[in-house]
Structure formats: structure tokens, C-alpha cells
């Protein structure tokens, strides 16, 4: 055992019930890195029990994709059928990692559900990850690769084309679901984004119904819009963008009225709560109180919108699980996307709930 190991060792011995935040402060860590050094305690069975580990309110579980994204910045027209020489950026991404991260850095203790390639991508993504989220329960898969996005983009950043490499999702499975199930059953919060198959979303939605666990269902791109389940019943939150409520409603979202319907639909399926996005124009987001259209924040200097949508989505269920009222919950994401717009990160280094409260504070 190293150093940290041996000091977790005897804070259980000398109190098996104290709880992981508590270790952590003792040892002066994240709580994410400790859950990470008790699970792979317990993988070698120097902890048997989880006796020590008591519940913490407000947990929340990420179910779905932790990616590798690359960017090709073409110097000059794209040729086809020949080298083109460019330069590459590259940054951890995947909407539900991106979404627990944000999470896990605003205080709340989160654990990510995924699975990964036991390779290069997979370390790097758990490296800077695994400070702000749990990670014990990744499934690495013999022979299989991480998810990956690579997007070539002209010398005006307009893309020239895309490939995603996802087919490692297939593995999240209603039975990966199943071996993890009192992670969910126990959640305050779980949140789901559609790189999961729709057999899982569906497994997911049942097994949250059951338990009592809220639910948020994330999409994250139009073609698959085909994994939503068939209706949206005991689902709090479902926050897509323009393009995703059109492929799901069935109705061309084009103006404000078409819009507002696209929402009433949404909360006709059956969901507490639903939002939909359309980038500086705002959001039009509702619940049995009504429906109203909240504007972007004005003024943003946009950086980078690499991770503005998930952004958004965490500042929201941070403002859900913090008990803010419905509008503060809209302005709270719609700040953390703004916020993550001018600063060229996936995930604003710099955020943390006071940081996300004062910012409000300026705000109003």
C-alpha cells in the first residue's frame, strides 16, 4: 500500500461508519480521488465491507459517453485524395463525462457510469477526471477502443467533415446496468445521454421510476434521437436543442409559437420539466406552471462552444438539486453556458459553486 492508502486504512479501522467526505477532508483530497483509492482497496481485498460509506444527499450518477475529441485545423482548402496539412488540438469530452464533471466541480459527489478501452484515450480521460468524479465502476473492455470524435475544420472553422468511433457504447447495456444497479437505485439525481443504446435508456427510465431517483435524459445528437424511449413518464428533466425536439415531436420548430408547442409536447409525454435550446436565441423551457422563453446571456465573446450545451445542462440540475427556484435554475445554466462560451474550455477550470453564486450575484 502507498502512503494515502495506508492513512485511508486506519480512518476505517478506527471509524467504519465515517463518511467518504469526511475521510477526505482529513486527508486533505477530492472525495472523487478518495472513492478511487477505496475501490481499488476493495478490488484487492484489503476492504471488505462498504459499512464505512454512508449515504450522501444530492449524489448523482452519469450514465453514457467519455470521449477523446480531436480537431484537424486545416491550413489551407481542404484536397481530396491527398495530405492536408494542418494542426491538431485534442481535449477530453463526451456529454455525460463533460456533464459530471461540471457537476463534481460544483460540489456535488458524482460517479460516472461508462465503459472504455483499456488504452492511451482511457488514461488521459481518467486523469482529468477522476479529481472532480468516481470512476470506480468504468468497465474497460479487452479489445475494444475508447469512444473518439475527430472534426476536420477548414481554415474558416467551418467543418469539413466528422468522424465518431462510438461503437464502444454498444457495451452499456441494460445487464451493465443491472451490475451497477444500487448506484442508481441510490442517486439523488441520475442522468443519461443517448451514446447509451435505447434498450438501456429505457432499462435506465424503469429502474429510475422504481427507486425514486430522478432522472434527466440528454440527448446528444439528431440521428440519435431514435434511442428515446417511447414516452418521457418519470423523467424531471429533458433538455435537448432545436434540431433533437424537431426529430422527436415530429413539428418544424421555426418561430417562437412553434417553439413554445415544441415544449408543450415534450411535457404532453409525460416530463416534469423540459428545455429547449437554440444556441444565442435562448432557451424556451417549461413545466406544469407554463412556458416562457429565457434569453442567452448577452455580450459572450465566444472562445470555443466545444461544451456550452452540457454546461448549460449542469448548471441547470445544479440549480435543481440545490432547491433554486424554476427560473434561477434556467439563468443558473444559461450562465455556466455563457461562462464556458468565452473561456475555450470544455469545462471552465475556474468553476466552483461559490464561483457559480457570485457570478449570479453579478448577474441579477
Known amino acids: 500500500m502507498n502512503e494515502k492508502e495506508a492513512a485511508i486504512v486506519e480512518l476505517i479501522r478506527r471509524n467504519p461508519y465515517l463518511s467518504q467526505q469526511d475521510m477526505a477532508e482529513t486527508l486533505g483530497i477530492s472525495r472523487p480521488a478518495l472513492a478511487n ?4 482497496l476493495m478490488r484487492r481485498g484489503i476492504i471488505r465491507g ?43 469530452g463526451g ?11 460544483l ?8 465503459v472504455a478501452g483499456n488504452d492511451a484515450d482511457w488514461q488521459r480521460i481518467e486523469q482529468a477526471t477522476a479529481p472532480h468524479v468516481e470512476l470506480a465502476h468504468t468497465a474497460l473492455l479487452p479489445g475494444r477502443t475508447t469512444g473518439s470524435y475527430s472534426a476536420v475544420l477548414d481554415p474558416d472553422g467551418e467543418m469539413a467533415i466528422a468522424l465518431a468511433d462510438m461503437d464502444v ?9 443491472d451490475a451497477h444497479a444500487p448506484v442508481v437505485q441510490g442517486a439523488a439525481l441520475a442522468v443519461i445521454d443517448l451514446n447509451c443504446p435505447k434498450e438501456t435508456v429505457a432499462h435506465v427510465q ?11 435524459i440528454v440527448p446528444v445528437s439528431s440521428p440519435k434521437m431514435d434511442r428515446m424511449p417511447d414516452d418521457l413518464d418519470g423523467v424531471t428533466w429533458f433538455i435537448c436543442n432545436r434540431d433533437e425536439a424537431e426529430a422527436y415531436t415530429g413539428i418544424s420548430v421555426n418561430d417562437d409559437a412553434s417553439w413554445k408547442e415544441a415544449v408543450r409536447l415534450l411535457l404532453e409525454k409525460g416530463v416534469v420539466n423540459a428545455i429547449v435550446t437554440a444556441g444565442s436565441k435562448g432557451v424556451m423551457a417549461g413545466n406544469a406552471d407554463g412556458i416562457r422563453h429565457f434569453p442567452a446571456i448577452s455580450g459572450v465573446h465566444v472562445e470555443d462552444v466545444t461544451g456550452a450545451g452540457d454546461a448549460f445542462v449542469s448548471g441547470v440540475l445544479h ?16 450562465l455556466n453556458a455563457g461562462k464556458t462560451l468565452a473561456s475555450g474550455a470544455t469545462v471552465r477550470p475556474e468553476l466552483s459553486a461559490q464561483q457559480l453564486k457570485s457570478e449570479m450575484e453579478e448577474l441579477r
Not at 456529454?95 to 466541480?105: D, K, S, T
Not at 440549480?319 to 444559461?334: N, S
Open 37 to 40: 483509492l477505496i475501490s481499488g
Open 50 to 92: 462498504r459499512a464505512y460509506i454512508l449515504s450522501e444527499e444530492n449524489r448523482v450518477v452519469a450514465i453514457g459517453g467519455a470521449n477523446v475529441d480531436r480537431k484537424f485545423h486545416l491550413k489551407a482548402s481542404v484536397q481530396a485524395g491527398t495530405s492536408n496539412p494542418s494542426t491538431v488540438t485534442s481535449s477530453v
Open 95 to 105: 456529454v455525460a463525462r463533460n456533464v459530471a464533471e461540471n457537476i463534481g466541480r
Open 107 to 114: 460540489g456535488h459527489p458524482v460517479t460516472l457510469l461508462t
Open 169 to 177: 457504447y454498444d457495451e452499456l447495456s441494460p445487464e451493465y446496468i
Open 206 to 216: 424503469e429502474l429510475s421510476r422504481q427507486s425514486g431517483t430522478e432522472l434527466a
Open 319 to 334: 440549480g435543481h438539486l440545490t432547491g433554486m427556484a424554476f427560473e434561477d435554475r434556467i439563468r443558473c445554466g444559461l
